[in-house]
Nanobody, 118 residues
Framework: QVHMVESGGGLVQPGGSLRLSCAAT????????MVWYRRAPGKQRELVAA???????NYADSVKGRFTISRDNAKNTVYLQMNSLKPEDTAVYYC????????????WGQGTQVTVSS
């Protein structure tokens, strides 16, 4: 049973940066396409970045050019580097297996809170 564990969130000023980590426990994710989601208060969950097992990436228009998704298969971990942060990036960030081609998601983590405020 694979569980996701997100970390790295915090409070940052507009224009700042954070690096989120998502470690998988209980299984290997190196062959999985993985995604980062976020959920802001009062809004629907948004898929912000995706990475295939081969390392191809794509991004939501709202974060393109500012966020970078990457993975370290040796550490069984996926990352989200977030630069030029804006107040509208404030949300709880989660990661999981990409379900869009029919794969079942893993057990969800608690997410990591990102707050962008001056």
């Amino acid at each position: 049973q694979v569980h996701m564990v997100e970390s790295g969130g915090g409070l940052v000023q507009p224009g700042g940066s954070l690096r989120l980590s998502c470690a998988a426990t209980g299984g290997i994710i190196s062959m999985d396409a993985m995604v980062w989601y976020r959920r802001a208060p009062g809004k629907q969950r948004e898929l912000v970045a995706a990475i295939t097992s081969g390392g191809s990436t794509n991004y939501a228009d709202s974060v393109k050019g500012r966020f970078t998704i990457s993975r370290d298969n040796a550490k069984n971990t996926v990352y989200l580097q977030m630069n030029s942060l804006k107040p509208e990036d404030t949300a709880v960030y989660y990661c999981n297996r990409d379900p869009r081609l029919g794969a079942r998601v893993y057990y969800w983590g608690q997410g990591t809170q990102v707050t962008v405020s001056s």
